[in-house]
């Protein structure tokens, strides 16, 4: 069976505390465009993790078998949920340690994420959301650049229409400079996600590394606008919209 995590509990300041996944792009709420991604992809299982207008954001998503919804908890009240369920070897241990994982990461403890992936690959070694969980925080730490390509690779073959799994891997080719290639696989999350400021960030900064800098510029600010401040890359696309500006 797989299975999906979708994210949706978020909270914008900067849509004076809307949830940005409601507001609507070329008349469609953004959380419709990687979720529809989501259903034609053959997904048996869809999670959506809700939070903040939790009911506003129900009433968007038409009703679909797939779909599971659950009310976002404390990443360390989760962890330590997750540490009962494998301690009981619940099935799909492997999920719990993938889960474990995000929520370490989440919390900025990198050490533990990435040994809770390594553990769920070794007991599911194909698991194209765990394959793409450690191989792009392998990527953004600079590390193992050949290995993650491979397994994004390996990630990207089992679920093609997942726009995470191919930001990480445009984002791999990018680091290897591909530029082309970087460029064309970015360019297909953008029309899938739309709204993705990390997305439309790394898009800027591979349309730079290219010398397109005026698309370069259209991205990030693009980028800017739609970045919330748990994307943590405001001050540092602003910095590049300056130095371009000034250049």
Do not use: T
Not at 22 to 40: A, C, T
Not at 110 to 124: R, V
Not at 205 to 218: L, V
């Amino acid at each position: 069976m797989i299975k999906a995590i979708l994210l949706a509990a978020g909270q914008s300041k900067r849509l004076k505390n809307e949830n940005k996944l409601i507001k609507k792009f070329k008349n469609k709420s953004l959380i419709n465009y990687p979720l529809n991604s989501l259903i034609k992809n053959n997904v048996n299982k869809i999670i959506i993790v809700l939070g903040h207008e939790s009911a506003k954001i129900k009433k968007i998503i038409k009703k679909n078998k797939k779909i599971i919804f659950v009310i976002n908890k404390k990443y360390k009240s989760a962890i330590e949920v997750y540490n009962e369920m494998i301690k009981l070897k619940e099935d799909e241990i492997w999920n719990m340690y993938y889960r474990r994982g995000i929520c370490y990461e989440r919390l900025g403890d990198w050490k533990n994420a990435e040994k809770d992936f390594i553990k769920s690959l070794d007991i599911k070694s194909d698991s194209p959301n765990v394959l793409n969980y450690l191989a792009y925080g392998w990527i953004e730490r600079e590390i193992r650049l050949d290995q993650s390509l491979a397994m994004l690779k390996q990630a990207y073959q089992a679920n093609p229409d997942s726009y995470y799994i191919i930001d990480s891997l445009a984002w791999a080719h990018y680091k290897k400079n591909n530029l082309d290639e970087a460029a064309r696989l970015m360019e297909k999350v953008i029309d899938i996600a739309p709204g993705e400021a990390i997305s439309l960030d790394h898009l800027g900064d591979i349309y730079y590394a290219m010398d397109r800098k005026r698309e370069a510029f259209h991205f990030w600010k693009q980028a800017l606008q739609l970045a919330e401040p748990e994307d943590e890359i405001e001050e540092e696309v602003q910095s590049k919209i300056e130095n371009l500006n000034a250049g």
